[in-house]
């Protein structure tokens, strides 16, 4: 959702960049005496640059701490920036598209900017720079294809409290891109395609903003349909799959319920603290996500993240001559739940879905007045690229563990029979690389560990109680360093 609405905004300001690309239809007196008692403006833009080049920079670059005046101190850039919207030329090429734009206004005050038209859109960057130190080489969303009268819109709500932004993405049945990223010369791909809910003809997403004085909100608007990631592949220079006809298969999401689901974003204004912090807060219900290989798949039916109230979060830059990259804490958790409604098995379409397997439930999360730590960093001898995960839990982090045997629509029925346990952690440290190779997703493990203990293991009904089965300790759990995983499809 936030991707295809920041792609919104972008598609409405397209009509008001003043680049040579861009060339606006005029309006005479006769064409204005056709619309008269009509309300709002209509928009034509021509693309005339021959490739249908909208936008291109070289380099985007925001810099936090910028001590020296020169931009060179902790920043995050981005290279080679281009925005290409095209059509068919009717002879198997392309040129520069035509699109249409309205703004008007509703009887309620709302300024409604609406972008329809569109053909085919294509965003494309270079490498993205954290403190000197590339993450990856290039990414791009290609073809994004406009079926039918697809469109982006942009509304400026009028709403007693202030005005607040929405920003709706609507796809008709077809509508799809391709995605992909490049780190070590090997190139990840994929297919995206946007499905309507069964009895609509379009995928539907939505994103609020609002502000303060104080700063921003995002928050989560309604989604129907489902929102599919395909053929995920591993590529050579040459553009050739590194498995043969084999790919990873497909994943995907779809049918979301937001009762209410936003996050905050600030200046720190703790004492000697940068970068930004904020709140996040969900009670969201994604109604199926599945992964599929060939014609079977596995789907995690009324998946539940809810966070019960707020949760904290801090987010820096850090550059300290050793290494660069993203530091961010997490905390105030004290009652947070993950909860899978349903497992089932169907064919790869979602028919002839199985009864449910179970449901699966990680319930009252709880820090312990302790906070997540997390560092996504750039370092010399990972690759070319590549990146280094580091996370870290220390003191307390205790959950309950709860697996029932239900159906799909009454997932945590009391009476269904359970296997439940209390899950205590201590002290948890995971330190890993992450790259993209030849042979695969290569994940390291450079630290690992923790002790756990699972307390409290129950099997029964609640009203038939079946006693303890007892607790299980782990001690001094670690990993071996140098120690990897490695993901491939299979061979």
Same mark, same amino acid.
């Given at each position: 959702m936030k991707q295809t609405s920041l792609c919104s905004v972008f598609a409405v300001l397209l009509p008001f960049t003043s680049s040579p690309a861009l060339a606006l239809q005029t309006l005479s007196e006769n064409s204005l005496s056709a619309v008269t008692g009509q309300a709002g403006l209509t928009i034509e833009t021509q693309i005339n640059e021959a490739q249908g080049n909208v936008l291109t920079a070289s380099e985007f670059r925001f810099t936090e701490a910028d001590r020296a005046g020169d931009g060179q101190d902790e920043y995050l850039a981005v290279e080679n920036i281009l925005v290409r919207a095209t059509q068919d030329d009717g002879s198997g090429g392309r040129i520069g598209d035509q699109f249409v734009t309205t703004l008007d206004v509703s009887a309620e005050g709302n300024l409604i900017i609406r972008t329809s038209g569109m053909d085919y859109l294509t965003v494309q960057t270079g490498k993205v720079v954290l403190g000197g130190r590339a993450l990856f080489e290039s990414m791009s969303i290609n073809d994004w294809n406009f079926a039918g009268n697809s469109f982006l819109e942009t509304t400026v709500l009028n709403e007693a409290d202030g005005a607040r932004v929405r920003y709706r993405t609507v796809m008709e049945d077809g509508s799809g891109l391709g995605f992909a990223f490049v780190e070590d010369g090997v190139t990840f791909t994929s297919d995206v395609v946007f499905k309507p809910a069964t009895g609509n003809t379009a995928f539907i997403s939505e994103l609020f903003l609002s502000g303060d004085l104080d700063g921003v909100k995002l928050e989560f608007g309604e989604t129907q349909g489902s929102f599919e990631v395909n053929n995920i592949t591993l590529r050579d220079g040459n553009g050739d799959n590194l498995f043969g006809a084999n790919d990873f298969g497909d994943i995907g999401y779809g049918d979301i319920d937001v009762v209410s689901g936003y996050m905050t974003l600030r200046a720190n204004d703790e004492s000697g603290r940068e970068g930004i912090r904020g709140e996040v807060a969900s009670n969201i219900t994604v109604g199926t996500a599945f992964y599929r290989t060939g014609d079977q798949r596995v789907n995690f039916r009324n998946a539940a993240i809810n966070t019960n109230g707020e949760i904290q979060y801090q987010l820096d830059f850090i550059n300290n001559g050793y290494a660069t990259g993203l530091e961010g804490v997490i905390?105030?958790?004290?009652? #947070?739940?993950? #909860?899978?409604g349903g497992l089932t098995l169907s064919d790869g379409d979602g028919n002839n879905e199985s009864v449910s397997m179970g449901a699966y439930g990680i319930e009252n999360l709880n820090f312990n007045g302790g906070a997540l730590e997390v560092g996504l960093y750039t370092l010399g001898g990972q690759g070319s690229q590549g990146l280094r995960l580091d996370t870290t839990l220390a003191g307390k982090t205790s959950f309950d563990l709860t697996i029932k045997d239900s159906p799909i629509d009454d997932p945590f029925n009391d009476s269904a029979p359970a296997l439940t346990a209390e899950v205590v952690m201590q002290? #948890?440290?995971?330190?890993?690389?992450?790259?993209?190779?030849e042979k695969g997703l290569h994940i390291g493990i450079v630290d690992a560990s923790m002790d756990a203990s699972i307390n409290s293991i129950q099997a029964g009904t609640g009203a038939n109680y079946q006693?303890?089965?007892?607790? /299980?300790? #782990?001690?001094?759990?670690? /990993?071996?360093?140098?120690?990897? /995983?490695?993901?491939?499809?299979?061979?």
């Open positions: 905390d105030e958790v004290s009652d #947070v739940d993950f #909860v899978v002290n #948890v440290s995971l330190a890993q690389t992450v790259d993209q190779t006693g303890q089965t007892g607790r /299980l300790v #782990v001690n001094n759990f670690s /990993l071996q360093p140098g120690s990897y /995983l490695r993901v491939q499809p299979l061979q």
